[in-house]
């Protein structure tokens, strides 16, 4: 399971973000593969279609890429604070690791921070076909 960020899905959704090119590599790259994400993650990539009254048109982009959410735990507050801790990242970037972790995916994101904690914590990182 490949848990995306918004970074990721902000761009591939965005034919002008600056990073459309590759967040379109990244998902190319991994074409079949199970794609998720969470509520927090979610919200925050409809924001920008809220803005221009596309939500509906995102969320067929995303179920057109097979893009799953799966809903935070009851329990996630205890889990959240102490990575909101220990990597002092915004908690929507928390709860990337946090997916990742319950699902036992790697995480796709454009975000070199994000990146970095998820490397410290021990999850996979999807690796930039670029490379």
Request: aromatic share 2%; net charge negative.
């Amino acid at each position: 399971m490949i848990v995306l960020d918004a970074s990721a899905l902000i761009a591939y959704l965005d034919r002008n973000d600056a990073h459309h090119s590759r967040a379109l590599e990244h998902l190319l790259a991994h074409a079949g593969a199970p794609l998720g994400t969470n509520p927090i993650t979610l919200s925050e990539v409809l924001v920008g279609p809220a803005r221009q009254g596309s939500v509906h048109e995102a969320y067929a982009a995303l179920d057109a890429l097979g893009v799953e959410s799966f809903p935070l735990p009851v329990n996630a507050a205890e889990r959240l604070a102490a990575l909101r801790a220990e990597t002092a990242l915004k908690l929507p970037d928390c709860c990337v690791l946090l997916t990742a972790e319950m699902v036992g995916g790697v995480v796709l994101t454009l975000d070199e921070r994000l990146a970095g904690a998820a490397r410290r914590l021990g999850l996979g990182l999807s690796e930039d076909p670029a490379t």
